[in-house]
T-cell receptor, first 111, second 115 residues
Framework: KNEVEQSPQNLTAQEGEFITINCSYSVGISALHWLQQHPGGGIVSLFMLSSGKKKHGRLIATINIQEKHSSLHITASHPRDSAVYICAVWERISGTYKYIFGTGTRLKVLA | DAGITQSPRHKVTETGTPVTLRCHQTENHRYMYWYRQDPGHGLRLIHYSYGVKDTDKGEVSDGYSVSRSKTEDFLLTLESATSSQTSVYFC??????????????FGPGTRLTVT
């Protein structure tokens, strides 16, 4: 079982739909990171959070530390949101950090 | 965007040849990382550096070496390339963020094909 699991693996939505991508992890973490990988391959940092909720434009990220779960929501989705969304967690072990990535959720938003 | 460049962006090489990938940053960040990305595996850490001449292994370091002689440059070397090293390689940088970890900024990637 992967330490970081994302669901769904693939998602197709119509423009305007509300989208939710989930990330569950099995390790104790100090922070969780949402990243976006564009179709051209570039990777962009979206959010880094350790508790609660963060919002940036149409993107909202939440985390529940007790349940070891985070969600990334996209409101009023648009074709330009089509990308792979990657969840990564920072696990702190004996003073050193280990950065663990999920395998990503591939989102396609149709016009 | 963070100032990170990778070179080359694409390379095709033959099995057994040495290959060096370069990551260059203009942000003066302390930490630099090399990852490989393969279908079904997500990003995996190869090596990282926490300062000039200070490096450590990641989870998939076999067959790779690194060097960092200047803050701005982090080199990844495949001493004798194998077909299993065909991948997309990403460099990343970060600086310490108190309390919650290290937000990383990624380079554009290098697509390496070993034939």
């Amino acid at each position: 079982k992967n330490e970081v699991e994302q669901s769904p693996q693939n998602l197709t939505a119509q423009e305007g739909e509300f989208i939710t991508i989930n990330c569950s992890y099995s390790v104790g973490i100090s922070a969780l990171h949402w990243l976006q990988q564009h179709p051209g391959g570039g990777i962009v940092s979206l959010f880094m959070l350790s508790s609660g909720k963060k919002k940036h434009g149409r993107l909202i990220a939440t985390i529940n530390i007790q349940e070891k779960h985070s969600s990334l929501h996209i409101t009023a989705s648009h074709p330009r949101d089509s990308a792979v969304y990657i969840c990564a967690v920072w696990e702190r072990i004996s003073g050193t950090y280990k950065y663990i990535f999920g395998t990503g959720t591939r989102l396609k938003v149709l016009a | 965007d963070a100032g990170i460049t990778q070179s080359p962006r694409h390379k095709v090489t033959e099995t057994g040849t040495p290959v060096t990938l370069r990551c260059h940053q203009t942000e003066n960040h302390r930490y630099m990382y090399w990852y490989r990305q393969d279908p079904g595996h997500g990003l995996r850490l190869i090596h990282y550096s926490y300062g000039v001449k200070d490096t450590d292994k990641g989870e998939v370091s076999d067959g790779y070496s690194v060097s960092r002689s200047k803050t701005e440059d982090f080199l990844l070397t495949l001493e004798s390339a194998t077909s299993s090293q065909t991948s997309v390689y990403f460099c990343a940088i970060s600086d310490y963020m108190t309390g919650i970890g290290f937000e990383q900024y990624f380079g554009p990637g290098t697509r390496l094909t070993v034939t």
